[in-house]
């Protein structure tokens, strides 16, 4: 008898990760990858070719379900056949900052964002682009029927290509993300997708978390998909006091709650997850890359980042980065660019730049926790994930800055393993996602002291100082 298997796939800002797993144990029995392009903008027809490349070979033989764990926040903008009018604009495309502030002031401030959609525009959210697309390309915007969302149109591909497609769907959770979609009432505002592009456009119905929206030709059930950071979530499969930071492309904290929150600051998006509660996250643009900098500056690769950045004391002896490479999110600083500060003859050295570097990437994301924690959400444990996770200058500094325990779970993709668990729930049915196991590689206690209230204090004053925040 074949075996009953399950698919998910992430496709991300850099490339398109699929993991075919058991239903019951979440096991991986085969896995297949390919790249996207680089860029903040992209033909969605890339993704599908991608898609096909890491599913080659049979990859999806004896698949039931599938589901598709996106990037969030990217805009795909559709006319009245499905086609795409442009490429998409991704999350890390900051040319819609303007559009952000000129919407945050429309609708009477941070605040009254917030108790509509839980969140304050910024570039990232699909809202900000829509509005850009209507001031800068009105001839384009004037053939958009439907808007939907990265994970939302690799699902309907899938569909479309098994000749099962009834409709554009998504989930509560990346749904979330659009600021034109509320956690809080869960329905659309299409008032505010009407001021944001001069008339309401298409959405993608909002699907329950483990309902099937289709089924393919061969009889592949199709679950909703969901965001990249819920994806990752259930993948994990946390719980209450634990708290994510993800260390890729993007750096994100996040946490399971069970209501939404409410910062009117605007750090924290009050997200919908996809099992159904609620997921607070805050986002910042620089993560990993930040240490690919580094070591790129002094000549090495990232084994020779760590071996510097370990060689030196903490604090990297009064060295401070901010490390707003690509400008950053959050703090909302679209145009910033990297600060070094605190530099003297006695500290110029590679270590301590090293050193600076790892702290910097870091101390946005313990800001982010805190952030967190202040609306509630409890942090019995941090757990590390994404690429600069297997950094061991990055797991040294952690325990000093965070202050509690960090847990470094298994290397997996854990958003293609979410994405797969949602499947499995389409296909098993029930009140809640089938139960899987993560192993974990490391922990390690926490040891807050003076060393780490010390480096967060000056990175904090650099901020004041640079950018008066």
Not at 36 to 41: I, R
Not at 323 to 347: F, I, K, M, V
Not at 393 to 410: E, I
Request: charged share 20%; with cysteine.
């Amino acid at each position: 008898m074949s075996r009953t298997l399950v698919a998910g796939v992430d496709s991300s800002t850099q490339s398109t990760k699929v993991v075919v797993c058991d239903p019951d144990t979440g096991e991986v029995v085969r896995s297949g990858r390919a790249p996207h392009p680089d860029g903040t903008e992209v033909d969605p027809q890339r993704w599908w070719d991608a898609y096909r490349a890491a599913t080659a070979d049979g990859l999806l033989e004896g698949v039931s379900a599938i589901a598709v764990g996106g990037q969030q926040h990217g805009m795909c903008a559709l006319d009245e056949k499905g086609d795409v009018v442009r490429d998409a604009l991704l999350w890390n495309d900051t040319r819609s900052a303007g559009s952000a502030a000129e919407l945050v002031a429309e609708l009477g401030g941070p605040t009254a964002w917030v108790e509509a959609v839980g969140l304050v525009p910024v570039a990232s959210f699909t809202v900000t682009k829509l509005r850009w697309l209507a001031e800068h390309e009105p001839d384009r915007a004037a053939r958009v029927r439907d808007v939907v969302l990265p994970h939302d149109w690799m699902t309907g591909r899938i569909l479309k290509e098994g000749n099962g497609f009834r409709e554009w769907t998504t989930d509560r959770g990346d749904a979330s993300g659009t600021g034109y979609w509320s956690p809080i009432t869960g329905e659309y505002r299409p008032d505010l997708l009407e001021r944001a592009f001069g008339r309401v456009v298409g959405t993608p119905r909002v699907a329950a978390p483990s309902e099937v929206v289709g089924e393919t030709d061969t009889g592949v059930l199709v679950a909703p998909g969901t965001g990249d950071n819920m994806a990752a979530a259930l993948g994990l499969g946390i719980q209450p006091g634990d708290v994510v930071v993800s260390l890729g492309t993007s750096g994100a904290v996040f946490g399971e709650h069970s209501t939404p929150v409410f910062d009117t600051g605007g750090d924290v998006a009050s997200f919908a997850s996809a099992a159904g509660d609620h997921l607070p996250l805050m986002c910042t643009l620089n993560a990993a890359r930040v240490l690919t900098a580094a070591a790129r500056m002094l000549g090495t690769d990232l084994a020779g980042l760590d071996t510097l950045a370990l060689a030196a004391e903490p604090g990297a002896g009064g060295l401070t980065l901010l490390p707003y490479l690509d400008g950053e999110r959050t703090p909302n600083l679209p145009d910033a660019t990297g600060t070094l500060g605190g530099l003297t003859r006695a500290n110029a050295t590679p270590e301590n730049l090293a050193r600076a570097a790892v702290e910097g990437m870091l101390c946005n994301l313990v800001a982010g926790v805190g952030s967190l924690t202040r609306l509630g959400v409890q942090a019995r444990r941090v757990l590390l994930i994404g690429g600069a996770s297997a950094s061991q200058a990055v797991r040294a500094v952690a325990p000093m800055l965070f202050g509690v325990p960090v847990v470094v779970p298994r290397p997996g993709e854990y958003v293609a393993v979410g994405a797969a668990r949602q499947a499995a729930w389409a296909l098993r049915g029930g009140d809640a996602p089938p139960v899987w196991a993560v192993g974990t590689e490391s922990e390690y206690d926490p040891h807050p002291g003076p060393e780490g209230s010390e480096v967060t204090s000056r990175y904090a004053a650099l901020l004041r100082t640079v950018h008066g925040r």
